[in-house]
């Protein structure tokens, strides 16, 4: 008898409100903060900290979606979208920033491009040959 193999499902991680958590969480999936984290996370996903949530921590994931408050740097993948009641104090480093009105950053911002764009030459550039056919 052939047997199927399931594919496995990934259930998202939640710190409910009224939880609080200290220490270092290294998560696969994607991670809702609705309680209180002290510590470091590493997420391969995406973290929401929720309205209710607090993050005091050093945060790396895919994406990050503020809508509570995160004290401390983050660097993502991908975007770091801030809501319009979300608060982020601390240093930020990728290569997308969403900041909705009423949204706050207090810190500094890195940012860089996932792809290095390649460099080119003037000689290259179509304005530099045509300025160079009218001087000579």
Avoid: W
């Avoid at 009224?18 to 696969?28: A, E, I, K, S, V």
């Avoid at 994406?63 to 801030?82: F, M, P, S």
């Avoid at 003037?122 to 045509?130: N, Q, T, W």
Wanted: aromatic share 4%; with cysteine; charged share 25%.
């Amino acid at each position: 008898m052939m047997r199927r193999q399931k594919k496995l499902r990934l259930t998202d991680t939640l710190i409910g409100q009224g939880t609080t958590m200290d220490g270092h969480l290294t998560c696969q999936t994607n991670l809702r903060i609705e309680g209180h984290f002290q510590g470091e996370i590493e997420a391969s996903g995406t973290i929401t900290i929720g309205e209710q949530g607090v993050a005091t921590a050093n945060i790396q994931a895919r994406e990050l979606i503020i809508a509570g408050k995160v004290y401390g740097d983050v660097t993502t993948k991908g975007k770091l979208i801030i809501t319009s009641k979300g608060q982020f104090h601390g240093n930020y480093h990728g290569s997308s920033i969403i900041i909705h009105e009423g949204g706050i950053f207090s810190g500094e911002s890195r940012m860089e491009k996932l792809e290095p764009r390649s460099i080119v030459q003037d000689s290259e550039l179509p304005v530099a040959k045509k300025n160079k056919k009218q001087a000579g």
